[in-house]
């Protein structure tokens, strides 16, 4: 596997668990993370043994957000010319497998984003979520403004992106960005588990279901309608669906083998 300077990379079972790893700086975002995290994702994607990817931090901070001392010295060339898209900063969206942010403490600007990325976001009681950018005269450049407001709705990305302000791990789970909160030392073994659940389903099932879900973000109620449909037609012409069902009948585990 790729060498890296700046996240750990390591599996457990079927799930790859991309941790970052720059504490002294709270797991600030610099260009180098999130090109390494595209690069982890491309290698975990890749690699036929995983079935969930994990993405997460430490007990302080998921991320608080994008490297501001990276950032400070740029100019609006700067920014243009090599852009966060530029080094894979949104690789994290195009991942067909399943992927979970498992958050601790900040999940702040690009850090927030970062786990917006993620298809299922679970937080620890003490994770603080926040689009912080307009107190440092800039604004969300990874999604915040886009992802956040799909979230959560207007008012509440409004109120986090026009105030700054951070939201708690009960608040973010009320207003639906969080899936579900467990305490701070037991959340990568909860999340594991769930990921462990996610890993042992069909691969292609789960990518089609993830894959519908996800239209629902991108398109009208007709057309993701018709998507699901032609989606829920596919698994017809798998394996897995047919020993899914079998399974069901026969009051056994399922033995899904991918195809
Ligand atoms: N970038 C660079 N360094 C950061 C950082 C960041 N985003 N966040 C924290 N650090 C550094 C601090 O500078 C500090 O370094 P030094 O020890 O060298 O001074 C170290 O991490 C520890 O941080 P604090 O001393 O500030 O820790 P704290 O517990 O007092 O405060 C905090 C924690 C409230 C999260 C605070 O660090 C903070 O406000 N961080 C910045 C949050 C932020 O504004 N994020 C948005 C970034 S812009 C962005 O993300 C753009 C985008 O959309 C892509």
Redesign the pocket.
Known sequence: MTAFEHIIVESKGAVGIVKINRP???N??SFDVFSEIATAIDDLEEDDAIGCIVVTGDE??F?????????QPKKFIDMFSQD?MDIG?DRVTTCKKPTIAAVSG?A??????LAMMCDIIIASDTA?F????I??G?????G?TQRLTRAVGKSKAMDLCLT?R?MDAAEAERSGLVSRIFPADKLMEEVLAIADKIAAMSRPVAAMAKSAVNRALETSLAEGMNVEGDLFHATFALEDRAEGMAAFIDKRKPNFRNR
């Open positions: 002294k700086m709270l600030a975002l302080k901070a991320a608080a957000g994008a490297d501001i001392k990276e950032m966060f900063g900040y702040l600007g690009g850090g927030c984003e603080k926040g689009q912080p950018e107190t440092l800039t604004i969300p450049g990874l915040g700054g951070m």
